[in-house]
């Protein structure tokens, strides 16, 4: 049974619910036969790289509230990430662009490497406060990760991938997801959002017995839970 997961590294609950979905597939009993795809999707694809900006800054900016809230938000979410044991570290945050990062993940999954890619870019961002647009940080997590590095540098230097970070966006459009992290389990439930480890289990464990039965695809069925919008607000 596949899962596909539409997530952007930048996401502070994608990471979390990261966690969280691993810690049910893990406790999984069909976990053997379950295989997990993950999706690109940019929160801010128009996002201009600012290196050099503060992102308490920048999220009071866009929200039209003051720095204060903007601070108070983040260390609500350092909170939330603590409990699944992820370390934030947002005064080190760089204010980047992702497109590059998901031709990273793009690439990675062309060699077995898509959760790998995943997982490094997360904690590369959220903990080490790299910068996502850098193609050198690029280069180096991906060779990290055990790519090659020569065939690292090509992908970065040209366009390649890049229509297929596209084509999951449109892919994601197209099944009413408009925000992330989002779960779509052997394409007939949605699970939206960082839910909690029992709202996962059981997701995993209604779509998988109908997994084993028929592999017809119907609409999604949606929880609600925190989520990350394009307009860049988690709820």
């Known amino acids: 049974m596949k899962v596909e997961i539409w997530s952007d590294i930048m996401c502070p609950f994608c990471y979390i619910g990261k966690r969280k979905f691993e810690a049910a ?19 801010n694809p128009d996002l201009k790289s600012q290196p050099g900006k503060d992102i308490y800054d920048y999220l009071a900016e866009i929200k039209g509230q003051s720095r204060e809230w903007s601070v108070a938000i983040h260390n609500q979410m350092t909170d939330t990430a603590r409990e699944v044991g992820l370390t934030y570290n947002f005064d080190k945050a760089v204010i980047a662009n992702s497109f590059d990062a998901h031709r990273l993940i793009q690439l ?3 060699h077995g490497k898509g959760d790998a890619a995943e997982e490094r870019l997360f904690y590369a961002y959220f903990t080490e406060g790299k910068d996502m647009n850098n193609h050198d940080t690029l280069l180096e997590i991906g060779t ?8 690292v540098a090509a992908v970065l230097q040209s366009g390649e991938f890049a229509a297929a ?10 099944l009413g997801i408009r925000g ?15 839910q909690p480890v029992d709202a ?9 017995d109908e997994w084993k039965k028929t592999q017809s695809v119907v609409e999604l069925e949606t929880l609600s839970g925190q ?9």
Do not use: H, M
Request: proline share 4%; hydrophobic share 35%; aromatic share 10%.
């Open 108 to 110: 990675a999954k062309k």
């Open 200 to 208: 996962f289990t059981q997701a995993l464990g209604q779509a998988f």
């Open 25 to 43: 597939l893990e406790q999984f009993p069909g976990k053997d036969k379950v295989t997990v795809e993950w999706k690109s999707f940019q929160l």
């Open 144 to 151: 990290d990760i055990g790519l090659d590095k020569a065939e």
């Open 165 to 174: 970070v596209n084509q999951d966006v449109n892919e994601a459009q197209q």
């Open 180 to 194: 992330v992290p989002f779960f779509v389990l052997d394409r007939k439930y949605g699970v939206s959002g960082a």
């Open 227 to 235: 989520v990350c919008t394009p307009d860049g607000e988690c709820k």
